[in-house]
């Protein structure tokens, strides 16, 4: 039975977050303007980005857990176990801050070579016949870019959880993408499986990426990859965090991933080994074992070891009064509760403006799912004229009631106490397969100008 190739530690060390990170900022954010930004912090970054520099410490420092370690049963070769377990120990003694993974813990408790994660599994088809819809150009490059962008979405909009949370007192599990969508909420790790395996299916370069990010500590990624080309040999290779769904270049010194570790793909793991440890300073040529160091060596063929990932997975089509019914319920809810909260003060309620945001809602999710920018809304313009407003849309993936409650509330739109002012409320949600839902919640006070 082998021991899980975590290390324990026990050192003291000092707890200091530094960097500047790209802010969420909603996708319609009245009554401020975007100043240029000469300095180019991210050369993809939409120019309304919005940038926070930030440094914590903690002194005196911390003393850190100790690791779970536990001793398990596996189903694989030993003599691929005690590979694992030596690859590890070598490149952790060597580089101890940087997240290198050979063994992952399945839902049965049993170790399983990490690459056996990672298999092509197709979309739901609703996301590919998305992506073909009319207004999309209809080339092979951007019909799969499109798929891509959609599967980020769809992905991202499974509710998170720890482990900790969901596996109390056990160590990290990973659990297979049908799993995942059985239970609809994981961690990173399963967000960035699914999402490099929807990527694997049209045939992108696509790897499991772990390493180091702010705020989520030991992480998981994902890495695409284009044909380098004679002026750039990497070719373009962007970063994708699958809890967000957003991409970055992995040129980006301000991307959230600080450390890189390795690289997992269908038949190998690839550590790094080169000096720097943050994406924006590596190389990511895998053919250069002095750069990233295979787990089987160039020539050695690799044992034959099947995914554990099922053939394709299974979408429960997602019941549609259902969601009509949902929708009603947290529309009732948040009214209720706005006026609740204003309890001192009388809260009118602005149908028509309602409305206007009721139409704008689908079509900022249309632009969330298909990575495009938001253009001036004209009708937002309409009521600007008679009114001046204040308040933005809140998108979110669904858990329940209670959390969307709580959304709303955190945004203060319901502390304004001017004289005539009144509220603009609209709710949708967007249904995708198997009960993954896209919450929107347009908030709005109103105050009819002069």
């Known amino acids: 039975m082998p021991l899980s190739p975590n290390r324990?530690?026990?050192?003291?060390?000092?707890?200091?977050?530094?960097?500047?990170?790209?802010?969420?900022?909603?996708?319609?954010?009245?009554?401020?303007?975007?100043?240029?930004?000469?300095?180019?912090p991210a050369l993809d970054a939409p120019a309304s980005s919005t940038y926070v520099s930030f440094y914590m410490t903690v002194e005196p420092g911390l003393q850190s857990p100790e690791?779970?370690?536990?001793?398990?049963?596996?189903?694989?070769?030993?003599?691929?176990?005690?590979?694992?377990?030596?690859?590890?120990?070598?490149?952790?003694?060597?580089?101890?801050?940087?997240?290198?993974?050979?063994?992952?813990?399945?839902?049965s408790g049993k170790w399983v070579f990490v690459p056996r994660f990672l298999r092509h599994l197709a979309p739901p088809q609703q996301l590919m016949d998305s992506a073909r819809r009319p207004g999309f150009v209809e080339d092979a490059s951007a019909t799969a870019k499109d798929i891509m962008a959609l599967a980020a979405r769809f992905v991202s909009l499974i509710p998170t959880l720890s482990d900790s949370v969901l596996f109390p007192g056990l160590c990290d599990i990973w659990n297979t993408c049908d799993q995942f969508l059985r239970v609809l909420t994981g961690d990173e790790e399963e967000h960035a499986l699914l999402l490099c395996n929807y990527f694997l299916h049209p045939g992108a370069e696509a790897y499991l990426l772990l390493g180091s990010g702010i705020p989520e500590g030991q992480t998981a990624?994902?890495?695409?990859?284009?044909?380098?080309?004679?002026?750039?040999?990497?070719?373009?290779?962007?970063?994708?965090?699958?809890?967000?769904?957003?991409?970055?270049?992995?040129?980006?010194?301000?991307?959230?991933?600080?450390?890189?570790?390795?690289?997992?793909?269908?038949?190998?793991?690839?550590?790094?080994?080169?000096?720097?440890?943050?994406?924006?300073?590596?190389?990511y040529n895998l053919s250069k074992s002095s750069q990233w160091k295979p787990f089987f060596a160039k020539g050695k063929v690799p044992p034959t070891l099947d995914s554990v990932q099922p053939s394709e997975l299974l979408y429960e089509p997602t019941d549609n009064s259902y969601v009509s019914r949902l929708q009603q319920k947290i529309e009732y809810a948040l009214k209720e509760s706005v006026m609740k909260w204003r309890k001192r003060f009388r809260t009118s309620w602005n149908r028509y403006a309602s409305q206007v945001l009721r139409k704008i809602l689908p079509r900022l999710e249309s632009m969330a799912s298909t990575s495009t920018s938001t253009d001036d809304i004209q009708e937002l313009s309409e009521i600007l004229t008679s009114y001046k407003m204040s308040g933005f849309p809140l998108s979110m993936s669904f858990t329940d009631v209670e959390t969307v409650i709580e959304g709303v509330?955190?945004?203060?739109?319901?502390?304004?106490?001017?004289?005539?002012?009144?509220?603009?409320?609209?709710?949708?949600?967007?249904?995708?397969?198997?009960?993954?839902l896209a919450i929107w919640v347009y908030i709005a006070a109103l105050k009819r100008k002069s």
């Open 409 to 436: 509330l955190s945004t203060g739109v319901h502390l304004t106490e001017s004289r005539n002012v009144e509220f603009a409320l609209a709710v949708h949600i967007h249904p995708y397969p198997s009960v993954v």
């Open 221 to 283: 990624y994902v890495l695409t990859r284009e044909h380098s080309s004679a002026r750039n040999r990497d070719g373009d290779v962007r970063i994708w965090n699958a809890v967000t769904g957003r991409s970055y270049s992995a040129t980006d010194s301000y991307g959230p991933l600080h450390s890189a570790g390795c690289l997992v793909g269908t038949d190998n793991i690839w550590a790094n080994v080169q000096k720097h440890e943050h994406p924006s300073r590596l190389s």
């Open 67 to 107: 690791v779970f370690r536990a001793r398990c049963d596996s189903s694989e070769p030993p003599q691929l176990l005690q590979q694992a377990e030596e690859w590890q120990s070598s490149f952790e003694s060597r580089y101890p801050r940087r997240f290198l993974k050979a063994l992952a813990m399945d839902a």
């Open 8 to 40: 324990t530690t026990t050192a003291t060390t000092l707890l200091e977050i530094e960097g500047t990170f790209r802010a969420d900022v909603p996708v319609v954010l009245l009554g401020y303007a975007h100043e240029a930004k000469p300095w180019s």
